[in-house]
Structures are given as C-alpha cells and as structure tokens.
C-alpha cells in the first residue's frame, strides 16, 4: 500500500473561479436565468454544466486561450512538486470536466496530474460531456460520484487528504482521512459534524502539513 496522496477539486480550489462562470460572462449571458434554476434546484448539477458548455460557440484555439487566463492558485504548481517530492500522489477530483482542467495542469508543467471528472471534448464550436453511466465512479446529480473515487483511492493508500471548497465536496469529505476547506464548504461541513482544517489556499495546506511533518 502506497503511503499517501493529496486529491484536489479544482474549480474555486485549484482556480479563483469556477469555469461555468467564466463561459457565463464572457460567451452565454442569457444562461444566468439558468443558473437562477440550477442554484433553485429545478436542474441537476450535471445537466445544467452540459447545457452551459454546449453554449460557447468560439473556435477552439481562442478558448484555450481563455481557459489558459482563469486565475488559479499562485503556488500550485509548486504545491504539487512539493507533495511528489515528499512521496506523495497529487490527484485533481472535479465534478465539472477533464477538458479545461487538462489544459491548466499542461500549462502549469503538471502533466502527469491524474484526473477524475467527467470526460469532456469539443466539438461544433462546443464542449460536450461524455457521461458513462455504466463507469464505477458515475453519479446522475454531478456525473461523478466524488465519494467513490475517494474510496476507491484509500484501497491504495494508507491516507488521503482532500481539499474543496463547495457542495459537491461535501460528500467526499466524510471519507477522506483530512479534509481542507475554504468559503462554502466550511459551514456545510460543520452543519454535518465532519471535521476539517479551515483554509484560504495551497499556502495554507502547505504550512499545516510542514507542520505535521508531512512535507519536508
């Protein structure tokens, strides 16, 4: 059994802003009266990402461009080296999709990042989910159950630290052995009695694991 890994969500986690903001300011505006049904909830998480991502219409290179300038966290990058040089596995768990996530961890030297979403491609001017609802880790609400990746990963390792910041990280939360949590989910986590080191970013996480001498 290896001896530990960090798993991470990534919108408002890894980056300073959800992706599903960024296509609602800059390329669908009129999809804030869905959101208003979403945040009701009157639809689903997942159907409501779907149908926000089918709603970009911009040729693929200058989305990337886009999706290279959402603000992430300053010492990420730094962060991941640090928890592979300590002997750790860093992994990414978002609930949104692999394909803009894949592009940041390109862009910041973290290719090799595992990631857990839900598989997403562009096609038609568009990003489309490709939802499984055969695979293990699949959730009709988020398209990804986070809990069952997380169970799944403590088969392999002796401790599992988690870091998240909203609802959907509530779940995997009662599983992971530490969990950090920034904004939202602290008082979600609280409301249900789970314990959790309150934080403002990597630093923060970085500077409590020092502490517990888990990172050199």
């Given at each position: 059994?290896?001896?530990?890994?960090?798993?991470?969500?990534?919108?408002?986690?890894?980056?300073?802003?959800?992706?599903?903001?960024?296509?609602?300011?800059?390329?669908?505006?009129?999809?804030?009266?869905?959101?208003?049904?979403?945040?009701?909830?009157?639809?689903?998480?997942?159907?409501?990402?779907?149908?926000?991502?089918?709603?970009i219409h911009q040729d693929e290179?200058?989305?990337?461009?886009?999706?290279?300038?959402?603000?992430?966290?300053?010492?990420?990058?730094?962060?991941?080296?640090?928890?592979?040089?300590?002997?750790?596995?860093?992994?990414?768990?978002?609930?949104?999709?692999?394909?803009?996530?894949?592009?940041?961890?390109?862009?910041?030297?973290?290719?090799?990042?595992?990631?857990?979403?839900?598989?997403?491609?562009?096609?038609?001017?568009?990003?489309?989910?490709?939802?499984?609802?055969?695979?293990?880790?699949?959730?009709?609400?988020?398209?990804?159950?986070?809990?069952?990746?997380?169970?799944?990963?403590?088969?392999?390792?002796?401790?599992?630290?988690?870091?998240?910041?909203?609802?959907?990280?509530?779940?995997?939360?009662?599983?992971?052995?530490?969990?950090?949590?920034?904004?939202?989910?602290?008082?979600?986590?609280?409301?249900?009695?789970?314990?959790?080191?309150?934080?403002?970013?990597?630093?923060?996480?970085?500077?409590?694991?020092?502490?517990?001498?888990?990172?050199?």
């Open positions: 059994m290896k001896k530990w890994a960090f798993v991470s969500d990534f919108d408002g986690t890894i980056s300073k802003k959800d992706f599903y903001h960024l296509v609602l300011e800059n390329y669908f505006p009129e999809g804030r009266e869905l959101y208003k049904q979403w945040k009701s909830g009157k639809l689903l998480d997942i159907d409501f990402l779907s149908q926000v991502f089918a709603s290179d200058a989305l990337i461009e886009a999706i290279k300038l959402l603000p992430i966290d300053e010492h990420i990058r730094d962060f991941i080296k640090l928890v592979e040089k300590n002997g750790g596995d860093f992994y990414v768990l978002s609930a949104g999709t692999d394909y803009y996530i894949r592009h940041i961890l390109n862009e910041i030297g973290a290719e090799n990042v595992e990631i857990f979403s839900n598989e997403g491609y562009f096609h038609s001017r568009n990003v489309h989910l490709k939802i499984d609802k055969e695979d293990w880790k699949y959730s009709e609400r988020y398209g990804i159950d986070k809990s069952k990746v997380i169970v799944k990963l403590k088969e392999e390792y002796e401790t599992i630290y988690f870091f998240g910041d909203s609802e959907p990280d509530s779940h995997p939360a009662v599983f992971a052995d530490v969990t950090f949590a920034k904004d939202a989910l602290c008082e979600l986590l609280e409301e249900k009695g789970i314990k959790y080191i309150g934080v403002n970013n990597f630093k923060d996480v970085e500077a409590y694991l020092r502490e517990k001498g888990r990172l050199m």
